[in-house]
Structure formats: structure tokens, C-alpha cells
């Protein structure tokens, strides 16, 4: 199938599947972070969410601020099934996945040693305006596996509330409680 244009976010209607409707973005890390040459900066966090079941469907941490091509990396690891973990079975795993097994590893011979996780496609994506996620290099992968993008309104986090949910929820629970916590400045 080929991905629609991108297109600006209207209004906001309910989902009611999983992938209908997929949120990303990025945000500095309020955390200062050693680099192994000694040197500081604060990283760049960016997570990509699915709305119907509030799931993390990938997520990157870089030393400046993401590119496109950063963005592109992160969806595909999204849309890949991950190696099982040592110790595991993978027959165990595949028993009790949701599409029957032998169907799951005829489309993909991957699956076989795959750790069965639920695998959520993203039909769109919401985005921000930024130069990042208007780059050749993330529209074209979201146009290959044929992922609509939405483009939220200029200065409006509004658009994508779960999103900046999940970081005001990470910056007020989880980044000051760590040491090199540097508030907001």
C-alpha cells in the first residue's frame, strides 16, 4: 500500500485499535551525562507511543538532538521481532503468542527464534513541526512500510497529549530522583 501525504491533525477522534494512532517525539533530558571522554551533555530522549493501549513502541536516547535518520532507526527497530533471551524456548514462546505460530513464521522465518512480543504497526504517526521529523530520510521510511504522517499544529503540544504526558511523568517522577538531575534549566 502506498502512505498518504502528510497531513495536518484536524480534530481528534477515538481510537479504537492498536497502531490507528501512533505519537512521537523528543525532549532534552533534564540529566547531565558523562560521555567516555569525560565530557557532559544532556541527551536527547525521543519515544514513540501508541495511543489505544498506551504502550512504548520504541524509544532512543542521543547525544544531540535527533535527525531524521535517528528517528527512521528507532521505528524500524520498532517493527523488528526481537531475539529471544538466553534461557528461553522459543516453541514455549511461540505456544502462546496470539497468531498461530506456523502462520507467523511462514510470512517471516525470523519469528522462529523471535521472542513472540505483540508486534503493534503504526497506521499514522502525529509529529511536531520540527525539522527532524520533516526530514527525506523519516518520511520516506514511514512512506516504505506505509505509515501515514500527521503534522500537529505549530507551538500546540496539545496535539499529541500522551506524548508530553509521558514526559512531564518522566521529568517529575523518574529524572529527579537520578543523580546529574538538572531541573528544567
Known sequence: ?????????????????????????STPMDIMVHALDGSEYRA???????????CILGHSINPVAAKGIDHSI????????RPIRPGREADA??????L???M???????????SARPLIMP???TVDGGMDFRSADFEATCRRFGISLVYGSPRTPTDKPH??????????ELFQELPGFTGGS
Not at 502506498?2 to 501512533?22: C, D, H, I, Y
Not at 530522549?45 to 498506551?54: P, Q, R, Y
Not at 506524548?163 to 517529575?172: M, P, Q, S
Open 1 to 25: 500500500t502506498k502512505a498518504k501525504s502528510p497531513r495536518r491533525l484536524q480534530t481528534f477522534s477515538r481510537v479504537t485499535r492498536p497502531g490507528e494512532r501512533v505519537e512521537i517525539d
Open 44 to 54: 536527547s530522549l525521543t519515544v514513540m507511543i501508541d495511543v489505544a493501549t498506551g
Open 74 to 81: 528507532m521505528l524500524v527497530n520498532a517493527l523488528l521481532p
Open 93 to 98: 514462546l511461540l505456544r502462546n503468542a496470539v
Open 100 to 102: 498461530p505460530a506456523e
Open 104 to 114: 507467523m513464521i511462514a510470512l517471516d522465518a525470523r519469528m522462529k527464534n523471535a
Open 123 to 125: 497506521e499514522s504517526i
Open 163 to 172: 506524548i508530553e504526558r509521558l514526559f512531564h511523568t518522566l521529568k517529575t
